[in-house]
């Protein structure tokens, strides 16, 4: 009854949103108030309201899907899959867990002869090219002891770690025993060997380089053909020639891979996201093997999920919020791809599944450049190019070609739109109005993820507003003792309730609700505000589109605080600062309006505006005590507090101007 009970509860908001709004609407405030502060909050909650409005189409139809494995054909009727992965310098990416990826993947439980790993590497290293043929020699170790005892566990580095080592049935066997501890003793040496290698990682990728393509092959060994393809791609990188980032590595893979292997399925990994599921291929066939659901299909994705999660999990890495949405999605006719992970067909990114036989070449060469190796491909999935798993000569110059940055001037694919997504804002909100294909509910769930962005303008707005109002005696909000002020607290306490329960009903503790409260408001006050921002900037010609490179290098003192449960707010100050001068403003804001509401005894008229600044500063603790009470390395700087402070008084000192005169 409680859980019908809560989910009624957006209807009731819905009627109580109205009565808001109604109430701060500037045609129903008193001439002797100032106009600005009433104006400001009354656009904030006509967002609010329109974001809310958007964000129910994910609740209407929720799905969750379970795929049957064993009820599959054979291995031989098994399709090919091509698996890419991305890396870009390895003092950023450091080769062992990159390679961890590779192997990884190399060990899916599906016929290896039908499996092919792409690794592009976009600074063209000779660092990750050692550290590739050293994973190639480790993987024929690694691989036969994966099948043989059926690991569920596939990435050496996860396996041999203290927390995911789990060995099954096979752990009382001594002949197990005995290979497990020479397979750590290889692992220990392949280790060894990259860190040798990695020291002057920082000096050797580049962005001037000629393309570098090697297919890991070595004819003389028995078991070759228990092993997958394994290729290196570097494609030619000029300063002079625009390269489009991932994205453009990921158009030259589908290229090379195409004269390759040819794969009409391709699994995309981060080179930090290791398969943890060996069977994900298996599972992911579920699907493309069925002839109802296959023809409908473009991607099969699988949840992305992070390593040795805390049990604080402080930075809400579950992902939990995107995921509940994603299951609303699913059920009203399928969502965005997001990131990675996903098992993609080739025909999809070709858009040629119409396509007629009796075609034009020329036509083809248009989109796809003139490379007939690559045309040829696209009429002829499933099929292996490689001769005895060799490229041969006028192969290996073919590819070549393809992954030069000339190519992509000589076609389309500089403005495929395949993998890019700097217009993608703009196209969707186009696509919205395509009926045809998109349901009105599936359209705004499109419009939820694409405006989420715009969340910094109300979060601003009431994080500042009500604040400067309460110091400066300005009343927002209705008395305890008029009707209006149940409205307000009704459409508050519902929201966080509806909140609490959607957390609980997926199997998460209480805590995680407050820790995505947070998440939510540190991500609108900095990365939805420099977000909008560039985008705005762009838009204008102000304001150049660029990618920046995540640095996944470990770090022994982040993990300890991660783990103790705290945070580590050693980002920049750019990002810290904002969060901070909010915080700084809340709380002073309160004390003085307190101070305000105790000496004039107007607490009736002031609570409720009272009351945010204290949400704002309870839930957000954790920045007064990064502030003042931490003295270890993750805690918030002086010099970024003393920032703040500068920028909240200014913001203070302001906003009382505009608002009283």
Not at 214 to 234: C, F, H, K, R, T
Not at 481 to 487: H, K, L, Q
Not at 577 to 604: D, E, H
Request: proline share 5%.
């Amino acid at each position: 009854m409680r859980l019908k009970a809560l989910h009624v509860l957006p209807w009731n908001c819905s009627v109580g949103i109205v009565l808001l709004q109604n109430h701060h609407s500037p045609y129903h405030q008193n001439r002797e108030t100032p106009l600005v502060p009433h104006l400001l909050v009354f656009i904030s909650e006509l967002l609010f309201t329109f974001l809310w409005v958007l964000h129910q189409a994910f609740r209407w139809r929720p799905v969750t899907r379970t795929v049957y494995p064993d009820r599959l054909p054979g291995d031989v009727k098994f399709p090919p899959v091509d698996v890419f992965i991305c890396t870009a310098d390895p003092s950023k990416e450091p080769s062992l867990g990159v390679m961890n990826t590779v192997i990884s993947a190399m060990a899916l439980d599906y016929p290896p002869d039908k499996l092919a790993v792409y690794l592009s590497d976009d600074g063209g290293s000779y660092v990750t090219l050692h550290a590739v043929r050293e994973a190639w020699k480790f993987s024929k170790w690694w691989l036969p002891f994966c099948r043989k005892y059926e690991l569920k566990t596939r990435c050496p580095g996860a396996y041999f770690s203290a927390e995911e080592s789990s060995d099954g049935r096979f752990s009382s066997c001594s002949e197990f025993m005995a290979e497990k501890k020479e397979i750590e003793k290889k692992y220990g040496e392949f280790k060894e060997s990259l860190e040798k290698n990695s020291v002057n990682a920082s000096s050797s990728a580049s962005r001037d380089h000629a393309p570098i393509i090697e297919v890991m092959n070595d004819a003389v060994d028995s078991g070759q053909q228990e092993m997958p393809i394994l290729a290196y791609v570097a494609r030619e990188k000029r300063p002079s020639r625009p390269h489009h980032f991932k994205a453009g590595a990921l158009n030259a893979l589908i290229r090379v891979s195409a004269v390759i292997s040819n794969a009409p399925y391709i699994l995309v990994l981060d080179c930090d996201h290791y398969c943890n599921d060996p069977t994900s291929a298996r599972q992911a066939m579920c699907y493309y093997l069925d002839p109802e659901i296959s023809p409908k299909l473009a991607f099969v994705q699988f949840h992305q999920k992070f390593h040795n999660l805390s049990g604080h999990d402080l930075y809400d890495s579950r992902l939990n919020y995107y995921w509940r949405r994603w299951l609303g999605f699913d059920g009203l006719g399928g969502p965005s791809i997001s990131g990675c992970n996903l098992y993609l067909k080739r025909e999809a990114l070709y858009g040629t599944k119409n396509i007629k036989n009796d075609i034009d070449v020329n036509h083809l060469k248009k989109s796809f450049g003139s490379s007939n190796e690559l045309i040829r491909s696209i009429s002829k999935n499933c099929e292996l190019h490689l001769s005895n798993r060799k490229l041969t000569d006028a192969q290996a110059k073919e590819v070549e070609r393809l992954a030069s940055c000339d190519y992509d001037g000589q076609s389309e694919w500089g403005k495929m739109g395949s993998w890019r997504n700097a217009d993608f804002t703009i196209k969707v909100l186009c696509s919205l109005y395509g009926r045809r294909r998109m349901s009105t509910l599936h359209s705004m769930c499109y419009a939820a993820l694409t405006f989420d962005p715009i969340y910094v303008v109300p979060f601003y707005v009431l994080a500042i507003v009500p604040q400067i109002c309460l110091i400066s005696g300005i009343p927002l909000y209705p008395k305890v003792s008029d009707p209006f002020f149940i409205v307000f607290a009704f459409v508050f306490f519902a929201s966080q309730l509806k909140h609490v329960q959607e957390v609980l009903s997926y199997g998460d503790s209480l805590m995680s609700s407050l820790y995505e409260l947070r998440m939510w408001m540190m991500k609108s006050a900095s990365s939805y505000l420099y977000a909008s921002l560039g985008a705005v900037l762009e838009k204008i010609g102000l304001h150049e589109a660029d990618f920046k490179l995540t640095n996944k290098a470990g770090d022994d003192e982040q993990a300890t605080l991660y783990k103790e449960g705290r945070y580590d707010f050693q980002a920049s100050p750019v990002l810290i600062a904002p969060i901070c001068s909010l915080y700084i403003l809340n709380v002073v804001s309160f004390v003085v309006g307190m101070a305000r509401i105790v000496q004039t005894k107007s607490g009736g008229e002031m609570l409720a505006q009272a009351f945010i600044p204290l949400w704002g500063v309870i839930v957000n603790y954790q920045v007064f005590e990064g502030m003042v009470l931490r003295k270890d390395r993750g805690r918030i700087a002086p010099s970024v507090s003393i920032l703040s402070a500068a920028i909240a008084t200014f913001v203070l000192c302001f906003g009382s101007l505009v608002f009283i005169y």
